[in-house]
């Protein structure tokens, strides 16, 4: 790593011994005050064109520019635009001073429209407000419509990636699988900003999570005034749900406040089947289960700007869920000559009842004029939840008649408490030919679970002492990292090291599992403009995945008396390699291709005896991956009535176990295909429309033969009364296509399955904007547009 370093060094000390010079000066305005936040334009002889804006104190800098002939434009609202014309052969200073124009405008409405999606040196940046699938949606059913993410039963993941960790604002959610859904619903896309595919983080951001980060931006309030919208949807699958919520905001000077309240209660019914071949039978399972879920969920903040160099922010979120189910699970068994052997039912309902609550406060201080600055967040996170399932069975005889002694009664039960402590502080310098950042981050994690069994006697619960456990999980997590950033004529270079200590301590049932590790995290980017149109990048970064806690207990939650899924304390990180080369044309056309390594991967295996015909679920270190990727992306928005994000990936996958029950490999290619297409119907652009379609290929996932799946999505929407209003239509799944088949080979013994997630519906939302819609020139007060940028 130092030679690395070392190596870095010297390569940038090489280039930037070619001649560069600065470009700075101070704006202002009547009276010889600073003009704040004004936009400045430099453009050189080939009308190759950069941006910048002056400070709070009227500064401005332009870097790393090259000797020759510039115009610099100086333009503010209410002011007239300034020009002038100058040789640049060392660092010059230009002083500008405004002219009011005497033709003022009274008020400002800001109408800018970002692109769809945006491609950085790091990430892709969906931006939600330009998106029909905006509005009356929920954040995990808007992450569904990004271009390369998929959201099956529930869980994120990147297309053929597999699952990735999702932040909100910058802050890793500590939640997975059901939680973290239930999580996501409870925001609503109206609070939703942008959303980020960061497949390569630098080193900013925890190492952990092999496939990268979505980061879920939430709006920031821009306007003075009061502000605010209500919003209601109703959908309908299999039975209905519906949905309302409302946002209100407030920001004076120096103070701004906002809250939002969301609530969705209805139910769904997913279906779950598979076939299992053993030696002499094989055993055909139907999951008939409806879900019913009530989420009410809440959040409230506060900005106040300090002064013009410190803001100060506190917020707090709190959602609850109220669950329950009620299932039918039926076990079809076939002799080897294919006649019915039994049949075992079990009739079950689950109650859950969840809750978690969460609090933010952060400062943010410049330290000096020129952008350099001091950020610190303290994080809690609390989470709690309480799991009831009652289930019984019966075996029956092929002639239908009830096998003696056959009936049961069982009770599995689990309680847990997450509480979750992050301090962290980031420090950004920003030179004249680098920019430096570094900055460390402590996290405290307590994790408390109490699981019980319990079969029933005489209808009297007892408890199965072999079965009860208490599983207390502690991970104390400490980090730094630097940041290196450089920009030497048409290159960008940065270049990062994350450094994390890991302890953990596991107690469970007079087991216990400690250990503590450190590791270096190193990332690195290089982007190459070889001209206006084309540019190159590449990028390489080492991950880390951690397991989930509830992965490490090892008590067995029963789902019947054969079938079972269990923990293991001893389940170690894997940890991936990511490389990628991309490049981008004309914003139009990006080109991608992608290796990554992964090394002690971990899954969950099946685990079959022939035997007892048991089941058992449990985690296991066994996988040694290699994917190879080719990804092309390109937009369409040369007409007016239509915008198009066409995506095509192949990928080829190697999977290889250390286990002997699994297939020692498995490898084979894969593809997919999705286009996300805006329709503007009418010349005002009220009425839009939107067609999105995706196709998945057969493919490799781990030890798993995936087969093919597609989806197709249609909406409408209109804006009415000054777009004040927005109603609209969307269905999803039109085609009842969105099912999930699959089939893996343990012991010898072939399982196949094919589930179905209830996923087809037909959704009506209505949004009603109230309040100031406008930004007053004359009420901007420099601190609360700083406070603003805080959301570019």
């Given at each position: 790593?130092?030679?690395?370093?070392f190596?870095?060094?010297?390569?940038?000390?090489?280039?930037?011994?070619?001649?560069?010079?600065?470009l700075?000066?101070?704006v202002?305005g009547?009276e010889?005050?600073?003009?704040?936040?004004?936009?400045?334009k430099?453009?050189?002889?080939?009308?190759?064109?950069?941006y910048?804006?002056?400070?709070?104190?009227?500064?401005?800098?332009?870097n790393?520019?090259?000797?020759?002939?510039?115009?610099?434009?100086?333009?503010?609202?209410?002011?007239?635009?300034?020009?002038?014309?100058?040789?640049?052969?060392?660092?010059?200073?230009?002083?500008?001073?405004?002219?009011?124009n005497?033709?003022k405008?009274?008020?400002?409405?800001?109408?800018?429209r970002k692109?769809?999606?945006?491609?950085?040196?790091?990430?892709?940046?969906?931006?939600?407000?330009?998106?029909v699938?905006?509005?009356?949606?929920?954040?995990l059913?808007?992450?569904?419509?990004?271009?390369?993410?998929?959201?099956?039963?529930?869980?994120?993941?990147?297309?053929?990636?597999g699952?990735v960790?999702?932040?909100?604002?910058?802050?890793?959610?500590?939640?997975?699988?059901?939680?973290?859904?239930?999580?996501?619903?409870?925001i609503?896309?109206?609070n939703?900003?942008?959303?980020e595919?960061?497949?390569?983080?630098?080193?900013?951001?925890?190492?952990?999570?092999?496939?990268?980060?979505?980061?879920?931006?939430l709006?920031?309030?821009?306007?003075?005034?009061?502000?605010?919208?209500?919003n209601?949807?109703?959908?309908?699958?299999?039975?209905?749900?519906?949905s309302?919520?409302?946002?209100l905001?407030?920001r004076?000077?120096?103070?701004?406040?906002?809250?939002?309240?969301?609530?969705r209660?209805?139910?769904?019914?997913p279906f779950?089947q598979?076939?299992?071949f053993?030696?002499?039978?094989s055993?055909?399972?139907?999951?008939?289960?409806?879900?019913?879920?009530?989420?009410?969920s809440?959040?409230?903040?506060?900005?106040?700007?300090?002064s013009?160099?410190?803001?100060?922010g506190l917020?707090?979120?709190?959602?609850?869920?109220?669950?329950?189910?009620?299932?039918?699970?039926?076990?079809?068994v076939?002799?080897?000559?294919?006649?019915?052997?039994?049949?075992?039912?079990?009739d079950?309902?689950?109650?859950i009842?969840?809750?978690?609550?969460?609090?933010?406060?952060?400062?943010?201080?410049?330290?000096?004029?020129?952008?350099?600055?001091l950020?610190?967040?303290?994080?809690?996170?609390?989470?709690?939840?309480?799991?009831n399932?009652?289930?019984?069975?019966?075996?029956?005889?092929?002639?239908?008649?009830?096998?003696?002694?056959?009936?049961?009664?069982?009770?599995?039960?689990?309680?847990q408490?997450?509480?979750?402590?992050?301090?962290?502080?980031?420090?950004?310098?920003?030179?004249?030919?680098?920019?430096?950042?570094?900055g460390?981050?402590?996290?405290?994690?307590?994790n408390?679970?109490?699981?019980?069994?319990?079969?029933?006697?005489?209808?009297?619960?007892?408890?199965?002492?072999?079965?009860?456990?208490l599983f207390?999980?502690?991970?104390?997590?400490?980090?730094?990292?630097?940041?290196?950033?450089?920009?030497?004529?048409?290159?960008?270079?940065?270049?990062?090291?994350?450094?994390?200590?890991?302890?953990?301590?596991?107690?469970?049932?007079?087991?216990?599992?400690?250990?503590?590790?450190?590791r270096?995290?190193?990332t690195?980017?290089?982007?190459?403009?070889?001209n206006?149109?084309?540019?190159?990048?590449l990028?390489?970064?080492?991950r880390i995945?951690?397991?989930?806690?509830?992965?490490?207990?090892?008590?067995?939650?029963?789902?019947n008396?054969?079938?079972?899924?269990?923990g293991?304390?001893?389940?170690?990180?894997?940890?991936?390699?990511?490389?990628?080369?991309?490049?981008?044309?004309n914003?139009v056309?990006?080109?991608?291709?992608?290796?990554?390594?992964?090394?002690?991967g971990?899954?969950?295996?099946?685990?079959?005896?022939?035997?007892?015909?048991?089941?058992?679920?449990?985690?296991?270190?066994?996988?040694?991956?290699?994917?190879?990727?080719?990804?092309?992306?390109?937009?369409?928005?040369?007409?007016?009535?239509?915008?198009?994000?066409?995506?095509?990936?192949?990928?080829?996958n190697t999977?290889?176990?250390?286990?002997?029950?699994?297939?020692?490999n498995?490898?084979?290619?894969?593809?997919?295909?999705?286009?996300?297409?805006?329709?503007?119907?009418?010349?005002?652009k009220?009425?839009?429309?939107?067609?999105?379609?995706?196709?998945q290929?057969?493919?490799?996932?781990?030890?798993?033969?995936?087969?093919?799946?597609?989806?197709?999505d249609?909406?409408?929407?209109?804006?009415?009364?000054?777009?004040?209003?927005?109603?609209a239509?969307?269905?999803?799944?039109?085609?009842?296509?969105?099912?999930?088949r699959?089939?893996s080979?343990?012991?010898?013994?072939r399982?196949d399955?094919?589930?179905?997630?209830?996923?087809?519906?037909?959704?009506?939302?209505?949004?009603?904007?109230f309040?100031n819609?406008?930004?007053?020139?004359?009420d901007?007060?420099p601190?609360?547009?700083?406070?603003?940028?805080?959301?570019?």
């Amino acid at each position: 790593m130092l030679k690395f370093l070392f190596f870095l060094f010297t390569f940038f000390s090489v280039l930037s011994a070619e001649a560069q010079f600065n470009l700075s000066g101070k704006v202002t305005g009547q009276e010889d005050k600073a003009a704040p936040f004004v936009t400045i334009k430099i453009s050189d002889a080939k009308n190759r064109v950069n941006y910048t804006q002056t400070d709070s104190l009227g500064l401005y800098h332009f870097n790393n520019l090259q000797a020759g002939k510039y115009s610099v434009i100086c333009s503010a609202i209410n002011y007239k635009a300034v020009k002038q014309s100058f040789a640049l052969t060392k660092d010059t200073v230009i002083n500008i001073q405004l002219q009011e124009n005497r033709n003022k405008l009274a008020d400002v409405q800001i109408n800018a429209r970002k692109a769809l999606i945006e491609k950085l040196i790091d990430r892709t940046v969906f931006n939600v407000e330009n998106s029909v699938s905006a509005i009356g949606t929920d954040a995990l059913e808007l992450l569904s419509k990004v271009p390369g993410i998929r959201v099956l039963n529930d869980k994120v993941s990147l297309v053929d990636k597999g699952a990735v960790n999702i932040m909100i604002n910058d802050k890793l959610v500590p939640l997975s699988d059901d939680e973290l859904s239930n999580y996501l619903k409870s925001i609503s896309s109206g609070n939703i900003a942008k959303i980020e595919v960061i497949t390569n983080p630098p080193a900013k951001y925890d190492a952990h999570g092999n496939n990268g980060l979505i980061n879920i931006v939430l709006k920031k309030v821009t306007a003075e005034g009061f502000r605010g919208s209500v919003n209601t949807a109703f959908s309908q699958a299999t039975h209905p749900t519906a949905s309302a919520g409302a946002n209100l905001s407030f920001r004076k000077n120096k103070i701004t406040l906002s809250s939002n309240f969301n609530v969705r209660k209805g139910s769904l019914v997913p279906f779950e089947q598979s076939n299992v071949f053993y030696p002499t039978q094989s055993w055909n399972i139907v999951n008939k289960d409806r879900n019913f879920r009530t989420v009410p969920s809440g959040q409230i903040g506060i900005d106040y700007q300090a002064s013009s160099k410190t803001v100060l922010g506190l917020s707090y979120n709190a959602g609850l869920t109220k669950f329950h189910s009620e299932e039918n699970i039926k076990t079809t068994v076939y002799s080897k000559t294919g006649n019915l052997d039994s049949v075992l039912n079990s009739d079950a309902n689950a109650k859950i009842r969840s809750h978690y609550h969460s609090a933010n406060i952060y400062l943010k201080q410049a330290l000096d004029s020129t952008g350099k600055q001091l950020t610190i967040n303290g994080d809690w996170f609390k989470y709690s939840d309480d799991k009831n399932r009652f289930f019984n069975n019966t075996s029956y005889f092929q002639n239908g008649g009830v096998i003696p002694d056959s009936f049961a009664e069982y009770l599995s039960t689990s309680k847990q408490n997450i509480d979750l402590y992050t301090l962290k502080a980031d420090v950004d310098l920003p030179y004249k030919t680098f920019k430096l950042s570094f900055g460390t981050k402590l996290s405290f994690i307590k994790n408390q679970s109490d699981l019980a069994f319990y079969k029933v006697r005489n209808a009297v619960y007892e408890l199965d002492p072999g079965q009860t456990n208490l599983f207390n999980y502690q991970e104390n997590t400490q980090a730094l990292y630097v940041n290196y950033n450089k920009t030497i004529r048409r290159w960008d270079f940065q270049a990062g090291l994350r450094g994390e200590y890991t302890q953990i301590d596991g107690i469970s049932v007079n087991e216990q599992n400690r250990n503590e590790y450190f590791r270096l995290f190193p990332t690195f980017y290089i982007v190459y403009r070889a001209n206006d149109k084309s540019t190159f990048a590449l990028n390489y970064g080492r991950r880390i995945n951690r397991p989930a806690y509830r992965k490490l207990n090892p008590f067995r939650w029963y789902s019947n008396q054969y079938a079972y899924t269990e923990g293991n304390p001893f389940l170690q990180p894997s940890y991936n390699d990511n490389i990628e080369i991309s490049h981008t044309y004309n914003n139009v056309f990006t080109t991608t291709l992608s290796f990554s390594h992964t090394t002690n991967g971990f899954n969950d295996v099946n685990f079959i005896d022939a035997g007892t015909n048991i089941q058992a679920a449990k985690p296991v270190n066994f996988i040694t991956g290699y994917h190879y990727q080719f990804s092309n992306a390109v937009t369409f928005n040369v007409l007016k009535w239509l915008e198009s994000i066409n995506q095509v990936d192949v990928f080829y996958n190697t999977s290889n176990s250390s286990i002997t029950q699994t297939l020692s490999n498995l490898n084979g290619f894969g593809g997919y295909f999705s286009t996300l297409n805006q329709f503007v119907f009418n010349p005002s652009k009220t009425i839009l429309g939107e067609a999105s379609f995706w196709y998945q290929f057969p493919s490799v996932d781990g030890l798993n033969q995936n087969k093919n799946q597609y989806n197709l999505d249609l909406g409408i929407k209109t804006l009415l009364f000054n777009k004040k209003i927005q109603l609209a239509i969307t269905a999803t799944d039109v085609l009842k296509t969105n099912q999930y088949r699959f089939n893996s080979l343990v012991n010898n013994i072939r399982q196949d399955y094919n589930n179905y997630y209830d996923s087809r519906q037909l959704k009506i939302a209505f949004r009603y904007n109230f309040g100031n819609e406008k930004i007053k020139q004359q009420d901007r007060k420099p601190g609360n547009e700083e406070e603003r940028r805080r959301s570019n």
